[in-house]
């Protein structure tokens, strides 16, 4: 993977189609992922972001943004006062991150992710939901409650299913251990942490899972490829390798009805605080 420094002119992006009526903007502090090989990388809906990709294959790249919180704080107000007028009910809400994993190991060597939480923090958006499928987010949790006290936020940790495996496939980018682990750790800090089950892969035991969600999270985000990978029937996802895999673990898990079999069980432990889809994602739950 090729690692290079670059600079952008506005680190906050205007979203439209998946995210238009979760958030106002994105925020990227790396473009493209390290995570790319690992298992979320086989079925990461960035991937088909050709754009993005500029004839890269997803996971061969990182773009550390070096000036990202300066950035921020460059285009904050102006941003700040387009959302709140662009979508009064929305608002200044910013989606961190939809394209990239904000704790990277490569976190550690750059820390653009806490620049950016730091300028945050001085200058707060309405909302702000931070997206991670890493248990490094823990390492910030102090960092993270002060900002919980500046604007409304929620942390949303992926943890897609309770297998260490699925078939052939690489292995989890990062133990789901270690992010359930993490979890605790939040809400424990009186974070309201979501745990976010995209895209929904094999469950081995889906009661002992969603009772330890329960456990660790204030609600629970479950999303299938199928109408969750920005095509009507999951077309994109199936070009890859994914649900071949997930068809030899379970068959059933590659149709829609799996994820309202799974939302069923998941209400059980956790009535009125499972969104499916889109609506997780906005915050809002059944």
Known sequence: MTVTETTIRNILTRTSGFLRTVASHSLQPYRGCSFGNA??????????????????????FLEVRTNAAESYRENY?????WARRHDPQV???????????????????YGVTRSVLEAILDQPPDRLILQTHSHRVADHVELVHELATRCELRVHVSIETD??????????ATAIEWRFEACAV??????????TVSPLLPIADPESFFR?????????????????????????TLRTDLPAAMAAVDPRSVDLTYR?????????????????NIDGFAGRFQ
């Open 186 to 195: 939040l809400r424990q800090a009186g974070i309201r942490t979501v745990v």
């Open 39 to 60: 298992l979320c990388g086989v079925g990461c809906y960035v991937q088909h972001n050709q754009h993005l990709l500029t004839g890269r294959r997803w996971g061969s």
């Open 260 to 276: 309202d079999a799974m939302a069923d069980v998941a209400s059980r432990f956790l009535p009125g605080r499972v969104g499916i």
């Open 77 to 81: 107000r102006r941003e700040r006062d």
């Open 212 to 236: 330890r969600i329960a456990d660790v999270a204030d609600a629970v985000v479950i999303d299938h490829f199928i109408r969750g990978d920005g095509s009507a029937l999951g077309q994109r």
């Open 91 to 109: 608002g200044f809400t910013i989606f961190l991150s939809s394209a990239t994993e904000p704790f990277l190991p490569q976190e550690s060597t």
């Open 163 to 172: 297998r260490e495996r699925i078939g052939d496939l690489p292995p989890h």
